[in-house]
């Protein structure tokens, strides 16, 4: 007596899909979602999928084995199975590319992109809910998606039994998207092996593509990349999941008004993010040249931002002064309730501002400061509310960069922490709290990185030699492009003494007038002054043999294995020390740091992931081979926590932190 079946999900939404955390169970084995798709799908009874809130995954796929999708206008739907180092394993990525053709499917399975509903203006606005489903650009579906009349049979409805949409020229089409996959890849499999999938939908018939996308499925599952991936998606909501004994918390309302002080390059950025935010901002500059500058700038990105808007600028609101007020009247710090201090890396003018701050602001505003590597203590010294200070070390673009590091000093209070991890929330940035010390977690680690990458120049490598190791290991960008990029006279560390070893190139670069891209010449050449194209430069190449010569170093073939091992070891050794010494509260702290704000390939899970896929025994043992070889530079010589967790068996990441004898967390 069924006339038709509807499955839909709770709480507003229909389904996440499959429980990553089942996928490193012991009790998965054997249970697959494809069949009970099809069974779905070969139901003589209509099976109507009505999606509300996501339809994920597996829970895509189960709507893709129904007869009809039905959806709420603000659904959003995607395969986002790539992003954890998967594929759609439950037959989508052959029912996908039936239903909405290959270039629609390629693109969402391949990225992992999830697509809101775009209700065309020429529907009747009847009722919001359970409009037919339709995704940008994907009219077939639209049309596919009404109902058919009663007592008709379900044959044409079901998807797979329709041929692949046929494109006139196929082939030529999947190579030029093939070569596009692998190029946003950067050593990840998982949208190579989408790419094949869907790949096998155009070639073969459905059941033998559905065994194809078994296969790969397996593939990705045993391949190291999927465990990372999916490591780095728990670790990434454990980090933001800050609370306080006392509970304390502080919400971002509409009638809260921040602070930005300051326009320079992170200013700007800072700006542009709160406004996209809805939060709203006044931006306070010294003297009206500067804020002139500012505001030209401020307004570019924002209208960049708003292009990048499916609703289009006016959602975005910035010419209302009521969202965002530009000035040089220090007067309107008396009624803001969090400031947001970006001026420069200058402690002495730091605290000279913060010394204001805390005279004009009213008692219960929040101060932050965005710096890099400055003492947040001292800078709290110069106000007379240091338990309302912290550190919010925002990265370069800050209205692009996910990464808020959030740096609470000795007298900062809980509710200042929940404040600023809110403020990361509501920016949709990933806070993560650490502890005071110089160059925080992220730059701290990244100083060792950088100083071997010089000292691989000084010994005999190069700096195409160095990127090309790092940027095949799955980074962006390499260490010398990305000091070409940043500019060479922008502090780097690495060139600290305090009686170590040492590496003058740097500065000697500068002496001759090679700042990076800026100048047209750094680490490598540019086409011209602000060029992108980096290029092997021979001067550098005659440069860097003269100095050997001078320097008496023997030049010496570098491998890759060593290139990569010292860059990357003596990263994670800092790691351990950063870990013992209480200034993270975990190695996914140290990784959800890097992979949002360092460009760390997120396929090998952050640094101490890494590490611990590497084996603590095996990178100790090559800390102590070239800390031999080296006995002048400190970030080679291994931690006493790595020593200590190797003593200990090499336990599992999880356990690493029980091993501290005293509590780690100085929160
Ligand atoms: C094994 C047999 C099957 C084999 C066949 C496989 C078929 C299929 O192709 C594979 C998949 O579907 S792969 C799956 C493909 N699907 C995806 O990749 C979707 C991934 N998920 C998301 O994109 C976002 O979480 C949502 C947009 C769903 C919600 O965003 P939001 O509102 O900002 O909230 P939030 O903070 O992000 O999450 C809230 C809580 O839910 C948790 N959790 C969420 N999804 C989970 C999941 N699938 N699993 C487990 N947990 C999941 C999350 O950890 C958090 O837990 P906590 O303990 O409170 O910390």
Redesign the pocket.
């Known amino acids: 007596s069924v006339k038709a079946v509807m499955i839909c999900g709770e709480n507003g939404?229909f389904s996440?899909?499959?429980?990553?955390?089942?996928?490193s169970s012991p009790k998965?084995r054997g249970?697959?979602?494809?069949p009970i798709v099809s069974l779905i799908e070969r139901s003589e009874k209509p099976v109507v999928a009505a999606i509300e809130g996501?339809a994920?995954?597996?829970?895509l796929?189960v709507a893709l084995g129904c007869h009809y999708r039905i959806a709420h206008v603000k659904a959003?739907m995607g395969?986002?199975?790539v992003?954890?180092g998967?594929?759609?394993?439950?037959e989508?990525t052959q029912r996908l590319p039936r239903l909405v053709g290959v270039p629609a499917a390629l693109d969402m399975i391949t990225t992992g992109k999830?697509l809101c509903l775009v209700i065309p203006p020429a529907w009747p606005k009847t009722h919001e809910f359970l409009l037919p489903m339709y995704l940008p650009d994907v009219d077939a579906l639209f049309c596919n998606s009404i109902f058919l009349p009663p007592g008709q049979p379900l044959g044409p409805r079901r998807l797979s039994l329709k041929p692949v949409p046929k494109l006139p020229n196929m082939e030529a089409f999947l190579s030029e998207a093939l070569v596009k996959v692998k190029k946003q890849a950067h050593g990840c499999l998982a949208p190579e092996l989408c790419f094949q999938a869907v790949k096998a939908a155009t070639e073969q018939p459905f059941a033998d593509g559905v065994r194809r996308e078994q296969e790969l499925?397996n593939v990705l599952l045993t391949s190291g990349q999927a465990q990372a991936l999916q490591y780095a998606?728990?670790a990434e909501?454990?980090v933001q999941?800050w609370t306080t004994p006392s509970g304390a918390s502080w919400k971002i309302s509409d009638s809260v008004s921040l602070l930005s002080l300051g326009l320079g390059t992170m200013g700007r950025g800072i700006v542009t993010s709160l406004v996209k935010a809805k939060i709203p901002v006044v931006a306070l500059e010294q003297d009206l040249e500067y804020l002139n500058m500012g505001r030209k700038a401020v307004m570019f990105l924002l209208e960049r931002e708003a292009m990048k808007m499916e609703q289009g600028a006016q959602t975005l609101d910035f010419h209302n002064p009521a969202r965002l007020q530009f000035t040089v009247d220090f007067d309107v710090l008396r009624d803001v309730d969090l400031v947001i201090e970006a001026v420069f890396e200058n402690m002495a003018l730091k605290k000279e501002i913060f010394h204001k701050l805390s005279r004009i602001c009213k008692p219960g505003a929040f101060l932050c400061t965005n710096t890099s590597a400055l003492n947040i203590n001292e800078i709290a010294s110069a106000t007379s509310r240091p338990q309302q200070v912290i550190g919010t070390h925002f990265f370069s673009p800050a209205h692009v960069m996910k990464l808020l590091e959030i740096i609470y000093g000795h007298h900062t209070s809980p509710t200042t922490i929940a404040t600023a991890m809110q403020l990361a929330k509501v920016l949709k940035k990933v806070g993560v709290v650490v502890g005071n010390c110089f160059g925080f977690a992220g730059n701290r680690m990244m100083f060792p990185y950088a100083q071997q990458a010089v000292f691989l120049l000084e010994e005999g490598s190069r700096p195409e030699a160095v990127d090309q190791v790092i940027e095949d290991f799955g980074f962006r960008i390499g260490p010398f492009r990305m000091s070409d990029l940043a500019g060479l006279d922008v502090g780097t560390p690495a060139r600290q003494r305090h009686g170590h070893r040492y590496s003058p190139l740097p500065d000697l670069l500068c002496e001759n007038g090679r700042f990076g891209q800026k100048t047209g010449k750094g680490w490598y050449q540019y086409e011209k002054a602000g060029g992108r194209t980096a290029k092997p430069d021979p001067w550098l190449h005659s440069f860097l043999s003269q100095y050997r010569d001078t320097h008496r170093i023997k030049t010496r073939f570098i491998d890759q294995e060593e290139i990569l091992e010292r860059c990357l070891f003596s990263l994670i050794n800092e790691g351990f020390d950063i870990l013992a010494e209480g200034i993270a509260s975990g190695p996914e702290h140290l990784d959800v740091i890097y992979i949002n704000g360092y460009g760390w390939p997120k396929h090998r899970g952050g640094p101490m992931f890494y590490a611990s896929t590497v084996g603590l025994s095996r990178i100790l043992a090559k800390l102590q081979k070239y800390s031999e070889a080296h006995p002048d530079v400190p970030g080679l010589q291994p931690s006493a926590f790595l020593k200590k967790l190797v003593a200990m068996g090499n336990p599992p990441l999880k356990e690493w932190m029980s091993y501290l004898s005293r509590p780690n967390n100085k929160l």
């Open positions: 939404k996440a899909g499959a429980d990553i955390k089942g996928f998965r249970i697959a979602l494809g996501v994920l995954g597996g829970g796929e959003r395969l986002p199975e992003t954890i998967l594929l759609p394993g439950a989508g999830v499925f998606f728990f909501r454990a999941k």
